[in-house]
C-alpha cells in the first residue's frame, strides 16, 4: 500500500493592508489643512504631481486623536508581522496632501518606514483611487491576462481600492504605491504618515 505523503500549502511574501473607516471629526482636520495652505501655498514635496504638500505637521496637537487611532490599528500590524515589542513604534512625520483637479500622486515607496499609511479627510467621486503595486518588479511577466484566467490576492499584480473620507491604510513602508488623477471638481485631501522604531521611550513628538 502507497503511504499518503503529507503536504501543505503556504503563501509567503504576501503584502498585509490595514483598511479600517475611522469615526472622528473631520471638519476641523479639513479647515486645519486649508489654512496650512493658505500660510504655505508654494509647499510642494514628495510624489505628487500638480498638488499641494504640507511639511510635517505632527507637533500640532489637532492630529492627536487621529494618531491614537494610528497606533490602535498599527497594533494589529505588528502582531501579524511580528515586530519587535522591546522597541517603540512612533510617528516620525505626519503630512497633508491636497489634490485638485487633475492632481495625482506618482509610483512610490517610503524608504526607512516600517509602516506607512494614508487617512482620508475628503474623497469626492472619481478624486482618483490608490494602486497598491507588487513588490515584484516583473510579477505581471508571469502573471497576466494570458497566463491566469481570475485575479486574486494570490496572482493579481496592483490592488485598487476606492477610498471614503474617515478610511485609514496602514502598509508596510516597502509596499509602491500611487494614486490617480482627481478628476472631480472637489479637492482629495488625505493625511500620509511615517513609522518608524525607536529606543526613544516615546509614541509622539508632541
Request: proline share 6%; aromatic share 10%; net charge negative.
Amino acid at each position: 500500500m502507497t503511504q499518503a505523503v503529507n503536504m501543505s500549502n503556504s503563501i509567503w511574501f504576501g503584502t498585509l493592508i490595514k483598511e479600517e473607516v475611522l469615526g472622528i471629526d473631520l471638519k476641523p482636520l479639513i479647515d486645519y489643512v486649508y489654512q496650512k495652505k493658505n500660510e504655505l501655498p508654494n509647499s510642494k514635496s514628495g510624489s505628487h504631481v500638480d498638488a499641494w504638500q504640507s511639511p510635517n505637521l505632527q507637533d500640532n496637537l489637532i492630529f492627536q486623536p487621529l494618531m491614537d487611532k494610528i497606533f490602535e490599528n498599527a497594533d494589529d500590524m505588528v502582531d501579524i508581522c511580528k515586530v519587535r515589542r522591546d522597541m517603540n513604534l512612533v510617528i516620525s512625520n505626519l503630512w497633508a496632501n491636497v489634490n485638485p483637479l487633475g492632481g495625482s500622486n506618482k509610483p512610490h515607496n517610503h524608504p526607512g518606514a516600517i509602516f506607512s499609511g494614508v487617512f482620508y479627510l475628503q474623497c469626492p467621486d472619481k478624486s482618483g483611487d490608490i494602486h497598491f503595486i507588487h513588490p515584484a518588479v516583473n510579477q505581471s511577466y508571469h502573471f497576466n491576462e494570458y497566463t491566469i484566467t481570475e485575479y486574486n490576492n494570490v496572482n493579481a499584480g496592483t490592488k485598487s481600492i476606492t477610498p471614503k473620507p474617515g478610511m485609514l491604510l496602514i502598509f508596510p513602508g516597502y509596499q509602491n504605491h500611487y494614486e490617480g488623477a482627481n478628476i472631480s471638481d472637489k479637492d482629495r485631501i488625505v493625511i500620509g504618515f511615517n513609522m518608524i522604531l525607536t529606543d526613544i521611550n516615546r509614541k509622539t513628538n508632541t
